[in-house]
């Protein structure tokens, strides 16, 4: 067995403020919108992490997998993207981390 291959792990959280949810069920179909596009397209994880109680304020958290440094980089960067095509509300925050495990 081999254990010397690196594995990645990039987590992105994404900060998102959207002014039209007056509840929360409004903005969980905003999120749901955003998970099931990202899901659906790219091989990663989401999930929301903060702000559960907030009607309009949300922090989603994107992880993917990959034995490539680059290919989890690239991966976060085309998870961004169809973020900007699915969501026209204001992002507040992007930050991505690739950890070599």
Same mark, same amino acid.
């Given at each position: 067995?081999?254990?010397?291959?690196?594995?990645?792990?990039?987590?992105?959280?994404?900060?998102?403020?959207?002014?039209?949810?007056?509840?929360?069920?409004?903005?969980?179909?905003?999120?749901?919108?955003?998970?099931?596009?990202? &899901?659906? +397209?790219?091989? @990663?994880?989401? %999930?929301? !992490?903060?702000?559960?109680?907030?009607?309009?304020?949300?922090? *989603?958290?994107?992880?993917?997998?990959?034995?490539?440094?680059?290919?989890?980089?690239?991966?976060?960067? &085309?998870? +961004?993207?169809? @973020?900007?095509? %699915?969501? !026209?509300?204001?992002?507040?925050?992007?930050?991505?981390?690739? *950890?070599?495990?």
């Amino acid at each position: 067995m081999h254990g010397d291959a690196p594995l990645y792990v990039a987590v992105a959280r994404l900060e998102v403020h959207i002014p039209e949810a007056r509840s929360l069920k409004a903005k969980r179909s905003v999120v749901r919108r955003i998970t099931e596009r990202v &899901r659906s +397209r790219h091989q @990663v994880l989401a %999930v929301e !992490a903060d702000y559960q109680d907030l009607y309009q304020r949300c922090t *989603i958290a994107f992880t993917a997998l990959s034995t490539v440094e680059a290919d989890a980089q690239s991966r976060m960067e &085309r998870v +961004r993207n169809t @973020v900007d095509e %699915v969501f !026209a509300g204001m992002i507040l925050g992007w930050d991505v981390e690739i *950890i070599r495990l």
